[in-house]
């Protein structure tokens, strides 16, 4: 079946969920690299794309399709036809919904209290990283514009024992389990993998879940994976990337805690 897929995407987790279901698929695609640091994602051209301003957005054609959920489960409801990544409604749905739902579960529980710990930290750098980091919502542009920046340390607190929850969840279920849902890599397992590469950023240490740490090095073992976390490469190196956050983290600590005050 023939595509003609453009990804628009920076050299992130949330990005590299599409580009590996790309990647697995075997799919045909135009790599259009969004630069987020300076707020491209904002222009008018790429709203056009995606009117929520943030990567990864997809063309098929005359099609397009945002928020990486959705492009997910559009590229394998299109393309997947042996169910290599999948499970079809019309023949097993119950491990389909399995998929939809571990998928969702990612957006809505594993997510938000990681880019709500890393938010946290950020607010209080003021208008400097806002400048840097060009990928914030309304909420944060609205701390930035309106508020002084302060720390939170309740709040920190709070994001993080909401991480370390949701952990526990997954590595509860992935006892005695080789993927997600019946024994079988899917998008379910791209989705919630991608979360994990940026559990270090929010200070867990996933060496405390070896169920997960397990279907971790399962998941990276796969070509797939491999080509599709290089897609598009960074500017920077790890350890850039590193001393960048470290630098965060330190300029934070100097700064007040507010829950004081």
């Known amino acids: 079946m023939g595509s003609n897929i453009k990804l628009y995407t920076a050299a992130s987790p949330n990005g590299f969920k599409v580009s590996i279901t790309l990647t697995e698929l075997a799919l045909p695609f135009t790599v259009v690299t969004v630069d987020v640091r300076n707020g491209e994602q904002k222009s008018p051209s790429f709203l056009q794309i995606n009117p929520n301003g943030k990567i990864p957005a997809l ?12 492009i997910l489960l559009y590229l394998v409801e299109k393309y997947d036809v042996n169910s290599r990544i999948s499970f079809k409604s019309s023949d097993d749905p119950a491990n389909y919904w399995q998929m939809v739902g571990w998928t969702m579960w990612h957006v809505a529980e594993q997510m938000p209290p990681q880019g709500t710990f890393t938010k946290l930290q950020l607010w209080s750098l003021g208008s400097e990283s806002r ?17 002084a920046p302060v720390r939170s340390d309740y709040g920190q607190q709070k994001s993080l024992e909401d991480c370390n929850r949701a952990y526990g969840i997954l590595d509860n279920h992935l006892t005695s389990r080789t993927y997600l849902v019946g024994e079988k890599f899917t998008i379910a397992d791209i989705a919630v993998y991608s979360g994990t590469m940026s559990a270090d950023k929010v200070e867990l ?44 983290k330190e300029k934070l600590k100097q700064g007040g805690n507010a829950d004081a005050s």
């Open 59 to 70: 063309t098929d054609g005359d099609l397009s399709i945002w928020e990486s959920g959705a």
């Open 131 to 147: 400048l840097t980091i060009g990928d914030l919502n309304l909420v944060m542009a609205m701390h930035f514009t309106y508020f």
């Open 205 to 248: 240490d996933l060496a405390r879940w070896p169920n997960i740490m397990k279907w971790m090095d399962r998941i990276e073992a796969r070509e797939g994976v491999q080509a599709g976390i290089k897609i598009p490469q960074s500017q920077y190196t790890k350890e850039e990337i590193a001393d960048w956050f470290r630098g965060l």
